[in-house]
């Protein structure tokens, strides 16, 4: 439920382009404008958020309201943080640090309010199982640094297109397919119903058309900009 929530950050991440700016070429030579909304990007983000929506449906119906809002709440708030804490550090950087510096940089100053929320937890329910350490351990090395890391230097990568930086956010909706993946080979789940086999299908086909739409714009992009130099 948690993995299919924070797939939410593929719409974040689009809703914050307008705060920042982006290179464009014209007959003056290239010029930094404030980002605009990519709309047929948003538009396609929709389309693979719905499949992980459909996904979801069977989960959400067996938990309760309570545990639904304090499980969806944080997870919508970060879904924000994560993608503006990403580009505001590339933007500072501007291409200084790598993902791995940038990477531990992030990691450092988010610590004291780690250590807080430990605090919290080991006075509120007590110190974690052997269990939920090692797969704590498992989660931080796989996601945190492996995955973290490899996003971290594609959207580098992409840091002047805000609408190429989009597609490249948006990529993390499969982590759900993969997760899903994952259960059925290791933890032996049962096969998914038609309703999820049905969410897989519209979230593949929402990640095709977004990859196609990037591409179309950014064609669009470089004959502008070649004409602009001919000029």
């Known amino acids: 439920m948690i993995a299919g929530t924070w797939q939410i950050t593929i719409i974040s991440g689009s809703l914050l382009v ?35 929506i ?3 449906i069977e989960q959400s119906q067996s938990i309760s309201t309570q545990d639904f809002l304090f499980g969806i709440l944080p997870v919508i708030l970060a879904s924000f943080a994560y993608p503006l804490g990403n580009r505001k550090m590339m933007e500072v950087c501007a291409g200084r640090l790598d993902a791995y510096q ?24 007590g110190l974690p199982s052997k269990d939920q350490t090692i797969q704590s351990a498992l ?24 609408q190429k ?33 049905l969410g897989m299908f519209i979230v593949i086909l929402g990640m095709s058309l977004h990859s196609y739409v990037s591409h179309q714009k950014t064609t669009v992009q470089q004959i502008r900009s070649k004409k602009a130099d001919s000029v």
């Open 18 to 52: 307008p705060l920042f700016a982006e290179v464009v070429h014209t007959e003056n030579g290239p010029v930094k404008v404030r980002g605009k909304i990519p709309i047929q990007g948003l538009l396609m983000s929709l389309i693979i958020l719905i499949g992980i």
């Open 54 to 56: 459909v996904m979801q």
């Open 102 to 125: 940038r990477v531990l940089g992030m990691t450092i100053a988010s610590l004291p309010f780690w250590l807080l929320l430990s605090l919290y937890g080991v006075f509120s329910t």
């Open 139 to 162: 989660v931080a090395v796989f996601s945190g640094v492996i995955a973290t890391v490899l996003f971290f230097k594609a959207t580098d990568q992409v840091r002047g297109n805000m």
């Open 165 to 197: 930086l989009a597609t490249v956010e948006a990529t993390q909706s499969l982590e759900v397919l993969f997760a899903l993946m994952g259960e059925l080979i290791f933890l032996s789940i049962p096969i998914p119903s038609a309703w999820s086999w």
